[in-house]
């Protein structure tokens, strides 16, 4: 067992990292508006992140070149609820929808259905839940943008197997930079760096400093004991 061989170095070492402990309390306990402070980081973190994820008003100005193209695809869901709702998101994208036992066969302009989708999506990442629910007569926008989701690696699929694979490259870039950031993002107000630039800055820095923190401490108390890392003769 290590003796204490140099107490100044140990005693320096059980400070700080007591001190460090010590400051993980705020961290994990509710002192920022109900939140810990491990809480309320994250939260902005997810917010910044929101903020440089918008990437919907590009992607739907490229829908324009897919108005006319057909999309017709079988769609399996997971339960009645999936289907029924699936059924009302492309009727209101003005498909020919046909609901069988097992598939649901859909037909359509797929500009149509991508503006659809996009419009729910913006509509989700904007938290206008209301709008979409509304729009569907269903109880949960989130559910309906999973939906689409869902349907469009299913249209996928169907594309690469016709060998449609332009059309299917944009459903997935459609489901990458809309479906997916407001389905994610669901729930959280967006930021921009430059408007919350002082405590992103602090945050970071306190990450690094704190980190070093630790580690110091660490190695204050292994030089206390005599254990070194240095390479011996």
Request: charged share 20%; no cysteine.
């Amino acid at each position: 067992m290590p003796l204490i061989v140099n107490k100044g170095q140990f005693v320096k070492g059980v400070i700080s990292l007591a001190l460090f402990l010590a400051l993980l309390i705020p961290l994990f306990t509710p002192v920022v508006n109900g939140q810990t402070g491990m809480e309320a980081a994250d939260d902005l973190f997810n917010s910044l992140s929101k903020g440089s994820s918008y990437y919907i008003p590009a992607v739907a100005e490229d829908v324009a070149s897919y108005h006319g193209k057909e999309v017709a695809v079988k769609l399996k869901a997971k339960d009645a609820v999936q289907a029924d709702t699936l059924v009302k998101l492309f009727e209101g994208a003005g498909a020919t929808v046909t609901a069988g036992s097992d598939a649901i066969e859909v037909k359509g302009d797929l500009g149509a259905v991508l503006d659809a989708a996009i419009l729910d999506a913006d509509d989700l990442f904007h938290q206008r839940e209301a709008a979409v629910e509304s729009r569907y007569g269903v109880d949960n926008a989130r559910h309906v943008v999973y939906y689409w989701y869902d349907a469009f690696k299913q249209i996928q699929k169907a594309y690469d197997h016709e060998g449609q694979f332009e059309q299917s490259l944009f459903v997935k870039k459609v489901s990458e930079r809309a479906l997916e950031p407001a389905y994610n993002f669901a729930g959280i107000t967006a930021s921009k760096v430059s408007e919350r630039a002082g405590i992103t800055i602090f945050l970071l820095v306190f990450y690094v400093f704190y980190t070093i923190w630790y580690g110091f401490s660490i190695m204050f108390i292994f030089e206390g004991l005599g254990i070194s890392a240095s390479k011996g003769h």
